[in-house]
């Protein structure tokens, strides 16, 4: 069992930056790998970005490459999500994900535990 709390998220203007935190608690953080997802209104929850359980593999959705940067600390039991040049169509909540596997997933039906979620709002 993991338990994941999401923290970070926030108001920003077009442009700016912001680090979403994901610490979990439980056993074998390190057995997980872990993912970012969000849900803007009246949208499908979309993938984000992944990463193993090691660190060694990353993935980050096409929407987000070169803005968005995928990390873990398994000392801290935590996975984050730096967010640059933030743009209005990146408003969501943002939520963490955990998979109990040695590879990531870019499906959310693959992960087995969600955290609650953050609001990022990104004005114009």
């Known amino acids: 069992q993991v338990q994941l709390v999401e923290s970070g998220g926030g108001l920003v203007q077009d442009g700016g930056s912001l680090r979403l935190s994901c610490a979990a608690s439980?056993?074998?953080?390190?057995?997980?790998?872990m993912g970012w997802f969000r849900q803007a209104p009246g949208k499908e929850r979309e993938f984000v970005a992944a990463?193993?359980?090691?660190?060694?593999?990353?993935s980050h959705a096409d929407s987000v490459k070169g803005r968005f940067t995928i990390s873990r600390d398994n000392a801290k039991n935590s996975v984050y999500l730096q967010m640059n040049s933030l743009k209005p169509e990146d408003t969501a909540v943002y939520y963490c994900?955990?998979?109990?596997?040695?590879?990531?997933?870019?499906?959310?039906?693959?992960?087995?535990?969600w955290g609650q979620g953050t609001q990022v709002t990104v004005s114009s």
């Open positions: 994900a955990a998979v109990r596997a040695l590879y990531y997933r870019i499906e959310s039906r693959d992960y087995d535990y």
């Open positions: 990463i193993s359980r090691s660190g060694g593999r990353l």
């Open positions: 439980g056993r074998a953080f390190r057995e997980y790998s």
